[in-house]
């Protein structure tokens, strides 16, 4: 007879497997663009690092349409009221096409202020600026994607992510590949590729969102109350989110300054870091969507069995994906670049991260922990505290005759190391109370 222990591993094993598969997808897609672009040159490189910090950025502010919606329609599941959280999930995903399309249209206007404000050579920077303008034009289909993908987690179902996911990830390696090489189009055709892929991808949700809609009687067009809560609810977050990215864009403009090579290495690297992080948010995942069932059914017993569980697990794939990050550090820069001497500038870096990992892993299903509860003005506070020690860190950084594989090297001990050991205090010290654990739908 299965134990309490026993449900609760398959539980987090059913959500977390199919979501790590789906989050490693989603960058994938910038590693596809990276390693195709790469053989292009470390110029077109380079331009990439800035358009696609740009790019997260805009994104990433934006994470809070899958943030929020996971714990809105996961603790109206957990009540019993399925209708209600269809609901809630389509609501977002029409904020996140009205948001999409102003941030497109804003985005592809300022393009050349935006890669500006780095200050790299004219070469990079009209790279940067053909890839940032075309890729704009797919910031709705991505904001729909995180909403979408948000409402079948909060289901419980993180098995249709996977797929749609995992199809987007094929049709975009090959259409990049075609338009790079096949038509010639260069960096410009990275982006076009991507847009088409990710508009696909808009269109498999639309479907099976249609089909859950029907079954539990929930409406299609957008509920003025349910498209304000969702905005509502997703302000905390998006502040949270903004201290998150000027770290980022902090730390890419320090790389800068240090020269087009350690741009490029920094690129490699965070591209790196970012499909882990992907990876080890798998946890994270799980943590979200049983949480906020656990919640909206008032059962906080599992709560706070989930927490400890996911904690555990987050750490030991921390190490587990350290240790691959490790082994592999010295081929990495190779497999994007082709170049030996690029290879060798970011492998110190890039131990630094594998080291990291672990606190990575903790610091992620914190997050989703945090999330999951919808504690998201304390996670908006968290991220303005932990910019305290890591921005005058990189002052100094920026103001030391730094360069090449040391100064990268300097730069990564900061980012993966101080920035993450302050985001793991500051959520750390959250979860030890029990102020986060609200109950009810």
Request: aromatic letters at 8%; zero cysteines; hydrophobic letters at 60%.
């Given at each position: 007879?299965?134990?309490?222990?026993?449900?609760?591993?398959?539980?987090?094993?059913?959500?977390?497997?199919?979501?790590?598969?789906?989050?490693?997808?989603?960058?994938?897609?910038?590693?596809?663009?990276?390693?195709?672009?790469?053989?292009?040159?470390?110029?077109?490189?380079?331009?990439l690092?800035?358009?696609?910090?740009?790019?997260?950025?805009?994104?990433?502010?934006?994470?809070?349409?899958?943030?929020?919606?996971?714990?809105?329609?996961?603790?109206?599941?957990?009540?019993?009221?399925?209708?209600?959280?269809?609901?809630?999930?389509?609501?977002?995903?029409?904020?996140?096409?009205?948001?999409?399309?102003?941030?497109?249209?804003?985005?592809?206007?300022?393009?050349?202020?935006?890669?500006?404000?780095?200050?790299?050579?004219?070469?990079?920077?009209?790279?940067?600026?053909?890839?940032?303008?075309?890729s704009?034009?797919?910031?709705?289909?991505?904001?729909?994607?995180?909403?979408?993908?948000?409402?079948?987690?909060?289901?419980?179902?993180?098995?249709?992510?996977?797929?749609?996911?995992?199809?987007?990830?094929?049709?975009?390696?090959l259409?990049?590949?075609?338009?790079?090489?096949?038509?010639?189009?260069?960096?410009?055709?990275?982006?076009?590729?991507?847009?088409?892929?990710?508009?696909?991808?808009?269109?498999?949700?639309?479907?099976?969102?249609g089909?859950?809609?029907?079954?539990?009687?929930?409406?299609?067009?957008?509920?003025?109350?349910?498209?304000?809560?969702?905005?509502?609810?997703?302000?905390?977050?998006?502040?949270?989110?903004?201290?998150?990215?000027?770290?980022?864009?902090?730390?890419?403009?320090?790389?800068?300054?240090?020269?087009?090579?350690?741009?490029?290495?920094?690129?490699?690297?965070?591209?790196?870091?970012?499909?882990?992080?992907?990876?080890?948010?798998?946890?994270?995942?799980?943590a979200?969507?049983l949480?906020?069932?656990?919640?909206?059914?008032?059962?906080?017993?599992?709560?706070?069995?989930?927490?400890?569980?996911?904690?555990?697990?987050?750490?030991?794939?921390?190490?587990?994906?350290?240790?691959?990050?490790?082994?592999?550090?010295?081929?990495?820069?190779?497999?994007?670049?082709?170049?030996?001497?690029?290879?060798?500038?970011?492998?110190p870096?890039?131990?630094?991260?594998?080291?990291?990992?672990?606190?990575?892993?903790?610091?992620?299903?914190?997050?989703?922990?945090?999330?999951?509860?919808?504690?998201?003005?304390?996670?908006?506070?968290?991220?303005?505290?932990?910019?305290?020690?890591?921005?005058?860190?990189?002052?100094?950084?920026?103001m030391?005759?730094?360069?090449?594989?040391?100064?990268?090297?300097?730069?990564?001990?900061?980012?993966?190391?101080?920035?993450?050991?302050?985001?793991?205090?500051?959520l750390?010290?959250?979860?030890?109370?029990?102020?986060?654990?609200?109950?009810?739908?």
């Amino acid at each position: 007879m299965a134990t309490a222990r026993d449900t609760l591993n398959r539980d987090i094993l059913r959500l977390a497997v199919p979501a790590l598969g789906a989050l490693v997808a989603e960058p994938l897609f910038l590693i596809v663009d990276s390693a195709l672009v790469g053989h292009l040159g470390t110029t077109p490189l380079a331009g990439l690092g800035i358009a696609a910090a740009i790019l997260q950025t805009i994104v990433g502010l934006m994470v809070f349409l899958a943030y929020s919606t996971t714990p809105a329609v996961a603790r109206r599941f957990g009540a019993g009221d399925s209708s209600r959280a269809v609901s809630a999930g389509i609501d977002g995903m029409w904020l996140a096409l009205g948001l999409g399309a102003l941030l497109a249209l804003v985005g592809y206007l300022t393009t050349p202020f935006m890669v500006g404000l780095f200050g790299a050579t004219e070469a990079v920077t009209v790279e940067a600026e053909t890839y940032l303008g075309i890729s704009m034009w797919g910031l709705p289909a991505m904001l729909i994607v995180f909403a979408a993908t948000g409402l079948l987690r909060g289901l419980q179902d993180t098995v249709t992510p996977l797929w749609i996911a995992g199809l987007g990830f094929g049709g975009n390696a090959l259409l990049n590949a075609f338009f790079i090489y096949g038509l010639g189009w260069g960096i410009a055709g990275s982006a076009v590729g991507t847009v088409l892929a990710q508009w696909a991808m808009v269109a498999a949700y639309v479907v099976v969102i249609g089909r859950h809609a029907r079954r539990h009687g929930a409406a299609l067009r957008p509920q003025r109350d349910g498209v304000s809560s969702s905005a509502r609810s997703g302000g905390w977050l998006f502040l949270r989110t903004v201290a998150l990215r000027a770290a980022l864009l902090a730390t890419v403009g320090v790389a800068t300054t240090l020269g087009t090579e350690e741009l490029a290495g920094w690129q490699v690297a965070f591209t790196i870091f970012s499909t882990a992080a992907f990876a080890l948010d798998a946890l994270a995942i799980a943590a979200q969507a049983l949480i906020g069932k656990g919640l909206g059914a008032g059962d906080e017993r599992t709560v706070r069995r989930v927490l400890q569980r996911t904690l555990a697990w987050g750490v030991a794939f921390g190490v587990l994906v350290g240790l691959v990050i490790g082994a592999l550090s010295g081929v990495i820069g190779l497999v994007f670049t082709g170049d030996a001497e690029l290879a060798a500038l970011v492998q110190p870096a890039l131990i630094v991260l594998a080291v990291a990992q672990p606190v990575a892993g903790a610091v992620f299903v914190l997050d989703g922990v945090l999330m999951g509860a919808g504690d998201a003005r304390y996670l908006a506070i968290a991220g303005g505290l932990n910019l305290i020690p890591y921005l005058p860190l990189l002052v100094v950084l920026s103001m030391l005759p730094l360069s090449g594989a040391t100064g990268l090297a300097w730069l990564a001990a900061a980012f993966f190391g101080v920035f993450l050991l302050a985001r793991l205090a500051t959520l750390g010290w959250r979860v030890r109370g029990h102020d986060w654990m609200t109950t009810g739908a």
